[in-house]
């Protein structure tokens, strides 16, 4: 008889035989997470309980553990808080933990596609659309159906965009879609169908993607193709999702299929900072998470370690105001501070005075700006406070303005780049030729005509062209063209030859070139840090640089600049003191939410979010007076804040110094003798 020697399992490592001392920096539920070893599991958390830490802790605790990091998987919301996450893993570990996978789900989508492009029928060059082309796209494909200059009232870009993708990211049929959100335009219901097939027609005839056919082709490919996600799923030995509450139905679907095999997935999220659902997301993916994943083991972190007990009590205020309920209250055992402030000026000027003088005063008693931000609703409810800021020469960042990406000047400069990576993207030639003089729509469509049966797309000199006006400036792009497509260059040194061959367009069609011309020159500083042209672009669609990064990058020098930012973009940041602005009925919540309570109660969301970015101390301030191009009008300050009452918030009253000064001159006449 053979004898066959079973060997000892080796014991589970315990949380004591880890480097890392993870019982000493982790309460018990962000442990139970950190260590949960197999099949699903669903963290719900409040604000500020932790989730990031706990996440960090889990990846270093699974590379310690001995898993290959690569076969570990976390998808977060930006590629920002992705690379974060792992830098700080590696700082508790090692260096290991930055090689595990990280990113958003658009990017590891991508990177999925772009391998197996062949078995979707796309080239593996295929190039992503942003928003912003995919409307170029949608106006373009609108003017050759001839329905841009229709009569009735047809939907703009805007809309016909996000008709697309609500039936798309929602599965339904477009007409459903009409009816359902749309209905005054049902009329409109067959030419808007025909925009719908020909951006459709478009994008695969041009190899291109949008942000929504990044997940739909990828869950059809792995959906369709059973080797290809056994391969991928197998590799994807432990799967992470951050901010859950905020993906949509496409991106659950997907979190699914990546963690088909082992079914080792954790997601995190906080169903109260759901803040997304313009976008597609939608915050039942959480309540649904033990449905779709069966044996779901639920841990809830409850204790906040971020912030004062008072700025806890008006946290839980606002989400008590909703009409959705939670069943959530945030507790800290933080040191006490004070109440949040409530801070009426008379207009939104001496609201900036306000701010920019507390800040001065703050730094003053040693607080350095960057522990400090101010947060708004919308981009331009800043507007006057950066005027305020830049006269008292604060240095400031401000983060979910436009995109440094998306700005005319770039996006040519960029156009060019995706003409060589992609000789069939139509748009990209469209703005390219032109910038050219005396090349209109018409002509583009002719040149481009030529250019798709071209031995060489690149080698523009068109004989039967030579009469007309732009030969010489066509010859001249020509040369650029070819000129990079022949010689090996790294990736700054092509952007610098397409730099200087646009400074003159630049200077030629806009005003303020001066400006836009150093935003070029930090284009170039930028683009060192690419591999490729094509990686390049993938990266600048998927992840597109804020102008934030490039003005730290210059002012890095300086003192840390103070902090602007939308509510959407503080998402997972947090300050000592933080300041609200604009508190006002119409902007939060928005002038559109207000009919409807669903919407409403993501703008109450939208606040609890900012008002639990603050570590120390908390102020919500409006002015009571607006200035319009009609007149100045009185304001109502946020429904939501004038629920509080002074157990809550201490109203602040902002005095001039002069008045100060009569005042404490009255007080001196009255005293006796
Ligand atoms: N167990 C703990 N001990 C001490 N500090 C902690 C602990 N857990 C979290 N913290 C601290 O609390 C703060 C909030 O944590 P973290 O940012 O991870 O929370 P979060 O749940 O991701 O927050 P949010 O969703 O509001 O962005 C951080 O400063 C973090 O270092």
Same mark, same amino acid.
């Given at each position: 008889?053979?004898?066959?020697?079973?060997?000892?399992?080796?014991?589970? %490592?315990?949380?004591?035989?880890?480097?890392?001392?993870?019982?000493?920096?982790?309460?018990?539920?962000?442990?139970?997470?950190?260590?949960?070893?197999?099949?699903?599991?669903?963290?719900?958390?409040?604000?500020?309980?932790?989730?990031?830490?706990?996440?960090?802790?889990?990846?270093?605790?699974?590379?310690?553990?001995?898993?290959?990091?690569?076969?570990?998987?976390?998808?977060?919301?930006?590629?920002?808080?992705?690379?974060?996450?792992?830098?700080?893993?590696?700082?508790?570990?090692?260096?290991?933990?930055?090689?595990?996978?990280?990113?958003?789900?658009?990017?590891?989508?991508?990177?999925?596609?772009?391998?197996?492009? !062949?078995?979707?029928?796309?080239?593996?060059?295929?190039?992503?659309?942003?928003?912003?082309?995919?409307?170029?796209?949608?106006?373009?494909?609108?003017?050759? +159906?001839?329905?841009?200059?229709?009569?009735?009232?047809?939907?703009?870009?805007?809309?016909?965009?996000?008709?697309?993708?609500?039936? %798309?990211?929602?599965?339904?049929?477009?007409?459903?879609?009409?009816?359902?959100?749309?209905?005054?335009?049902?009329?409109?219901?067959?030419?808007?169908?025909?925009?719908?097939? =020909?951006?459709?027609?478009?994008?695969?005839?041009?190899?291109?993607?949008?942000?929504?056919? #990044?997940?739909?082709?990828?869950? !059809?490919? +792995?959906?369709?193709?059973?080797?290809?996600?056994?391969?991928?799923?197998?590799?994807?030995?432990?799967?992470?999702?951050?901010?859950?509450?905020?993906?949509?139905?496409?991106?659950?679907?997907?979190?699914?299929?990546?963690?088909?095999?082992?079914?080792?997935?954790?997601?995190?999220?906080?169903?109260?900072?759901?803040?997304?659902?313009?976008?597609?997301?939608?915050?039942?993916?959480?309540?649904?998470?033990?449905?779709?994943?069966?044996?779901?083991?639920?841990?809830?972190?409850?204790?906040?370690?971020?912030?004062?007990?008072?700025?806890?009590?008006?946290?839980?205020?606002?989400?008590?105001?909703?009409?959705?309920?939670?069943?959530?209250?945030?507790?800290?055992?933080? %040191?006490?501070?004070?109440?949040?402030?409530?801070?009426?000026?008379?207009?939104?000027?001496?609201?900036?005075?306000?701010?920019?003088?507390?800040?001065?005063?703050?730094?003053?008693?040693?607080?350095? #700006?960057?522990?400090?931000?101010?947060?708004?609703?919308?981009?331009?409810?800043?507007?006057?406070?950066?005027?305020?800021?830049?006269?008292?020469?604060?240095?400031?960042?401000?983060?979910?303005?436009?995109?440094?990406?998306?700005? =005319?000047?770039?996006?040519?400069? +960029?156009?060019?780049?995706?003409?060589?990576?992609?000789?069939?993207?139509?748009?990209?030639?469209?703005?390219?030729?032109?910038?050219?003089?005396?090349?209109?729509?018409?002509?583009?469509?002719?040149?481009?005509?030529?250019?798709?049966?071209?031995?060489?797309?690149?080698?523009?000199?068109?004989?039967?062209?030579?009469?007309?006006?732009?030969?010489?400036?066509?010859?001249?792009?020509?040369?650029?063209?070819? !000129?990079?497509?022949?010689?090996?260059?790294?990736?700054?040194?092509?952007?610098?030859?397409?730099?200087?061959?646009?400074?003159?367009?630049?200077?030629?069609?806009?005003?303020?070139?001066?400006?836009?011309?150093?935003? #070029?020159?930090?284009?170039?500083?930028?683009?060192?840090?690419?591999?490729?042209?094509?990686?390049?672009?993938?990266?600048?669609?998927?992840?597109?640089?804020?102008?934030?990064?490039?003005?730290?990058?210059?002012?890095?020098?300086?003192?840390?600049?103070?902090?602007?930012?939308?509510?959407?973009?503080?998402?997972?940041?947090?300050?000592?003191?933080?300041?609200?602005?604009?508190?006002?009925?119409?902007?939060?919540?928005?002038?559109?939410?207000?009919?409807?309570?669903?919407?409403?109660?993501?703008?109450?969301?939208?606040?609890?979010?900012?008002?639990?970015? =603050?570590?120390?101390?908390?102020?919500?301030?409006?002015?009571?007076?607006?200035?319009?191009?009609?007149?100045?009008?009185?304001?109502?300050?946020?429904?939501?804040?004038?629920?509080?009452?002074?157990?809550?918030?201490?109203?602040?009253?902002?005095?001039?110094?002069?008045?100060?000064?009569?005042?404490?001159?009255?007080?001196?006449?009255?005293?006796?003798?």
């Amino acid at each position: 008889m053979k004898k066959f020697v079973l060997q000892k399992e080796e014991p589970r %490592k315990r949380p004591e035989d880890y480097s890392i001392p993870y019982a000493e920096l982790l309460n018990q539920q962000q442990m139970d997470a950190v260590f949960h070893e197999k099949g699903p599991a669903l963290v719900v958390a409040g604000a500020g309980t932790g989730k990031t830490r706990t996440l960090v802790h889990r990846v270093a605790r699974l590379v310690e553990s001995g898993i290959n990091p690569s076969n570990i998987l976390l998808l977060t919301f930006t590629r920002r808080a992705a690379k974060e996450m792992l830098r700080r893993a590696s700082n508790i570990l090692d260096e290991r933990c930055k090689q595990v996978q990280g990113g958003t789900f658009h990017f590891y989508c991508s990177m999925l596609l772009h391998r197996y492009s !062949d078995a979707i029928g796309y080239p593996s060059n295929f190039t992503i659309i942003d928003t912003a082309d995919a409307l170029e796209v949608i106006q373009f494909v609108r003017t050759q +159906l001839n329905l841009h200059k229709k009569k009735k009232r047809f939907p703009n870009k805007n809309t016909l965009l996000n008709m697309i993708s609500t039936s %798309k990211n929602k599965h339904l049929d477009l007409r459903i879609v009409l009816l359902e959100e749309y209905p005054q335009f049902l009329e409109q219901e067959e030419k808007i169908i025909q925009v719908a097939e =020909a951006y459709q027609e478009y994008k695969e005839k041009n190899f291109v993607m949008d942000f929504d056919d #990044l997940l739909i082709n990828t869950r !059809d490919l +792995l959906a369709k193709n059973d080797d290809i996600r056994i391969k991928i799923a197998s590799r994807n030995e432990y799967v992470m999702v951050d901010e859950f509450q905020d993906t949509n139905k496409l991106q659950a679907e997907l979190t699914e299929l990546f963690s088909s095999v082992h079914g080792n997935i954790m997601a995190v999220g906080d169903d109260a900072q759901s803040i997304y659902s313009f976008r597609g997301a939608d915050h039942q993916n959480i309540m649904d998470f033990p449905e779709r994943f069966k044996g779901t083991k639920l841990i809830k972190l409850e204790e906040n370690y971020r912030s004062t007990p008072q700025i806890l009590q008006v946290a839980n205020n606002l989400l008590k105001q909703a009409n959705f309920k939670f069943d959530k209250e945030l507790y800290s055992n933080n %040191k006490e501070g004070e109440l949040p402030a409530l801070v009426q000026s008379s207009s939104e000027h001496d609201q900036s005075r306000f701010i920019t003088q507390a800040l001065l005063q703050l730094r003053e008693q040693g607080k350095e #700006l960057n522990e400090m931000a101010v947060l708004f609703r919308n981009g331009r409810d800043s507007f006057d406070l950066e005027v305020e800021l830049n006269r008292k020469n604060i240095p400031f960042v401000k983060y979910g303005g436009q995109k440094f990406t998306e700005a =005319a000047h770039i996006k040519d400069v +960029l156009a060019h780049v995706r003409v060589l990576v992609n000789p069939m993207d139509t748009i990209a030639w469209n703005r390219v030729l032109m910038l050219l003089d005396g090349i209109g729509p018409k002509t583009a469509q002719d040149l481009f005509e030529w250019i798709q049966l071209a031995k060489n797309p690149y080698q523009l000199d068109l004989s039967d062209t030579t009469s007309k006006s732009y030969i010489d400036q066509l010859k001249e792009l020509s040369k650029l063209l070819v !000129d990079i497509k022949e010689n090996d260059r790294s990736v700054s040194k092509v952007i610098e030859l397409i730099v200087n061959y646009y400074r003159d367009f630049c200077k030629d069609r806009y005003d303020d070139y001066p400006k836009r011309l150093k935003d #070029l020159e930090a284009f170039v500083n930028v683009s060192e840090s690419f591999l490729s042209l094509p990686k390049m672009l993938e990266e600048l669609a998927l992840d597109p640089i804020t102008a934030t990064a490039v003005d730290t990058e210059q002012k890095t020098k300086e003192e840390a600049p103070l902090i602007l930012s939308t509510i959407h973009s503080a998402k997972g940041l947090e300050w000592k003191h933080v300041f609200i602005i604009q508190c006002l009925d119409g902007i939060i919540p928005s002038a559109y939410s207000v009919e409807d309570e669903e919407q409403l109660d993501e703008e109450l969301r939208l606040l609890y979010v900012a008002a639990t970015r =603050a570590e120390e101390m908390l102020y919500f301030s409006y002015p009571v007076l607006a200035q319009s191009a009609y007149g100045d009008y009185f304001t109502q300050p946020s429904r939501f804040i004038t629920e509080m009452n002074e157990e809550l918030v201490e109203e602040w009253k902002l005095i001039e110094e002069e008045q100060q000064q009569q005042l404490d001159e009255g007080d001196q006449k009255q005293l006796p003798g």
